[in-house]
Nanobody
Framework: QVQLVQSGGGLVQPGGSLRLSCAVS?????????MGWYRQTPGKQRELVAG???????NYAESVKGRFTISRDNAKNTVYLQMNSLKPEDTSVYYC??????????WGQGTQVTVSS
């Protein structure tokens, strides 16, 4: 019922940029939800890279501060992750999540980001 559909990602050179999108459907009270992005790199623990809370405040992993920006377009029921100055260390599979008291935790399907020359 609740679905998160991701888009974006791909292969970029170091220093390049990408924008990930996560569109939410099947919910009404999107304004009460916290949303954000995790990344999962093989051999490493899943890492929260950016989140935006129900009141609009944002938080970032220390490794991406100043380079990544999370934003939300309520009219489109979509959250974005703008990734600038990408580094090889950012290579990972990125997963969007939505967390709310009413619907619980929901995940996007994941998208590959590869930063390599």
């Amino acid at each position: 019922q609740v679905q998160l559909v991701q888009s974006g990602g791909g292969l970029v050179q170091p220093g390049g940029s990408l924008r990930l999108s996560c569109a939410v459907s099947g919910v009404i009270f999107i304004s009460i939800a916290s949303m954000g992005w995790y990344r999962q790199t093989p051999g490493k623990q899943r890492e929260l890279v950016a989140g935006i809370t129900r009141d609009g405040s944002s938080n970032y992993a220390e490794s991406v501060k100043g380079r990544f920006t999370i934003s939300r377009d309520n009219a489109k029921n979509t959250v974005y992750l703008q990734m600038n100055s990408l580094k090889p260390e950012d290579t990972s599979v990125y997963y969007c999540y939505r967390d709310s008291p009413r619907y619980g935790r929901n995940w996007g399907q994941g998208t590959q980001v590869t930063v390599s020359s």
